[in-house]
């Protein structure tokens, strides 16, 4: 596992690609859980190193196994595979209603991007490479628009800031007063987005 969580991408997207999902606040200690998918969710203060969350999974490496096993144990099984017309279909609008976002925010935050992709991915809701491309998740058209927002200005905002510090919420702050109810509604509910269709 150690290994696994070292080949980490670097910290650019809403979520990491595999391993886990680390969220930064205003806490003062390290904490991991498991969520009823599997996930493994690291919350960590503002500011602590990667390899300082690498060396606290470690440490709990026996802990997160055991209740990962006892997860995937219980795991209801996956709904069955939509059919590809159907999948197309939901990408198609994504990338209109991604397009059209990526755009209108660009605009009011002056910063440019690349290319838009639309994907399927399991622990990611959107990216912005150093290139400045887009990636967002098509399952995100089931979320309130205001999580749609959400998710165009903060993979936006890394135009200007490739982390997650301070000076990137502000951005975000600057755009979306009141993100952190977005933020709070995908740790809540953002599982149930993989079972709306």
Known sequence: MADRLRQLEEDRGTEYPEGYELIYSSRRTLAVQITAAGQVRVRAPRRTSRASIDRFLIEKEAWILKYLTRAFEHASPPPPPLPESERRRYMEL?????????????????????????????????????KGNLNFNWRLIFAPEEVLDYIVVHELAHRREMNH???????????????????KWLREHGESLWTAV
Do not use: N
């Not at 976002?101 to 605009?107: E, F, H, L, Q, R």
């Not at 990137?168 to 007063?177: A, K, M, N, Q, T």
């Open 165 to 183: 510090s301070q000076a990137f919420y502000d951005i975000v702050e600057s755009v979306l007063p009141e993100y952190k109810k977005e933020q």
């Open 94 to 130: 994504a990338r209109e209603i991604f397009t059209r976002k990526a755009a209108y925010y660009a605009s009011v935050m002056k910063v440019t991007y690349g290319r838009i992709s639309i994907r399927e991915q399991k622990t990611r809701w959107g990216s912005c490479s150093s």
